[in-house]
């Protein structure tokens, strides 16, 4: 059903059509009490009411999934930290002077066991740096993905601002027109544009 051409159906007692505009499949109707919001093709519900006090505007804007950006931007930090880490901060010379295979008597005490596992952890720390270039690269891959995907999706938006509410979202339009035609409307000083589709059907008691 087309509710942006039946807009008239959803209408109070005394309700006008001031305005009414298609914005893809859906569209923004906006009347002498509300702005009616119709969004078939975005997630959540299809339809949203604003009172028009508490419209605070309308804008054109880019957004994409959050989601993707907020992933990206931790995954460029640690990549970051990981790979100036491993480049400024060279362990081999650390252990390269430390050897444990001196210690002749280890065998008869028990601990030759005990100094093969501390000349692997020496062994792992020589190479912890270049470790940790390594999986820094890696997150930086990781990153580059996933702020590539947050671009990918970026969409130009129509977006009602609502004081004390979420924002409504649609698809933006082409036309600047259509911009300016709702911005009029919500103006509380604008007169009802000649376009408009007339109000709700005749009171049959009146």
Do not use: C
């Amino acid at each position: 059903m087309d509710w942006v051409e039946r807009a008239g159906d959803l209408l109070y007692d005394g309700e006008t059509i001031r305005e009414q505009v298609r914005v893809g499949n859906g569209g923004v109707v906006v009347t002498s009490h509300r702005l009616l919001a119709f969004t078939p093709d975005r997630d959540g519900p299809n339809f949203r009411q604003v009172d028009r006090p508490n419209v605070d505007g309308v804008d054109r804007q880019r957004a994409g999934n959050t989601d993707f950006l907020e992933q990206g931007v931790k995954a460029l930090v640690v990549g970051a930290v990981l790979v100036a880490a491993g480049q400024m901060v060279s362990l081999d010379s650390l252990v390269a002077g430390v050897s444990l295979s001196g210690v002749g008597s280890a065998g008869a005490m028990g601990l030759g066991g005990m100094l093969g596992l501390l000349e692997g952890m020496l062994r792992l720390m020589a190479q912890l740096d270049d470790l940790m270039t390594l999986f820094g690269g890696l997150a930086l891959a990781v990153a580059a993905v996933a702020l590539g995907v947050y671009l990918w999706s970026r969409e130009r938006l129509l977006v009602v601002s609502v004081a004390g509410g979420d924002d409504v979202e649609l698809p933006a339009p082409d036309d600047d027109a259509v911009l300016e035609r709702v911005r009029a409307a919500i103006r509380p000083d604008t007169p009802p544009s000649d376009t408009a589709q007339p109000s709700a059907p005749d009171d049959p008691l009146a």
